[in-house]
């Protein structure tokens, strides 16, 4: 088994910053690709943004220029760091990880629990 934990959510004003961790932890040979996604109350599930072990990124047009992923294989941890945040950022932030076992295994997704984000404007 596999677990994702967050840290670093919290309530900050419009234009400030939030740096978002995730640590695996557990049965990992490897993790492949690993994201950030969003929730906010009454809405679908949103992908913020993704990072691949090689480092290639990809985010939201509604984050980008604002927000940077990034990773450290060794540690199993990506980071999200949130810069000039505003309202319309509100949402629990899940991590997620494609996690292989063993060399062959077939990757598997894990979630965190989520950590909340508040923005007040």
């Known amino acids: 088994q596999v677990q994702l934990v967050e840290s670093g959510g919290g309530l900050v004003q419009a234009g400030g910053s939030l740096r978002l961790s995730c640590a695996a932890s557990?049965?990992?040979?490897?993790?492949?690709?690993m994201d950030w996604y969003r929730q906010a109350p009454g809405k679908q599930r949103e992908l913020v943004a993704t990072i691949t072990r090689g480092g290639s990124t990809d985010y939201a047009d509604s984050v980008k220029g604002r927000f940077t992923i990034s990773r450290d294989n060794a540690k199993n941890t990506v980071a999200l760091q949130m810069n000039s945040l505003k309202p319309e950022d509100s949402a629990v932030y899940l991590c997620n990880a494609e996690v292989r076992a063993g060399r062959f295994s077939p990757r598997i997704d894990y979630w965190g629990q989520g950590t909340q984000v508040t923005v007040s404007s």
């Open positions: 557990g049965n990992i040979f490897s993790i492949d690709v």
